[in-house]
């Protein structure tokens, strides 16, 4: 293996992620809005890769200020995943609707 294939950078403008988190967060919710599970796995998405990057509370120590407010958004964040992951295992584990079968009607005889 040639040295120069491992060398090759990428340019990643913060634009760019910043769209992309956009474009994830808005399609999600629309999707998420009229019930679809695939919004809900967007969503779950964007928690998981967003929520770590903009509450990083690792890096504070346990006595400062800002600790615990990024604790405190970090732990709201971690609720909001957990409801998606509920919404999407009783959407999954809901039976899908058949066609409604009509019944023959029995006669009585009286």
Known sequence: MSPHILDFKYHVEM???????LIMKGLGSILFVFGSSLGAVILVLHQAIATPVLYDFYNYDVDKKEFAQLFIKFAQSLALLGALLFFIGM????????????????????
Do not use: D, E, W, Y
Not at 15 to 21: D, E, S, T, Y
Not at 101 to 109: F, W
């Open 91 to 110: 959407k999954n584990s809901m039976p899908k609707r058949s066609p409604l079968k009509k019944k023959a009607h029995k006669t009585k005889i009286v």
């Open 15 to 21: 634009k760019h992620l910043v769209l992309g988190a």
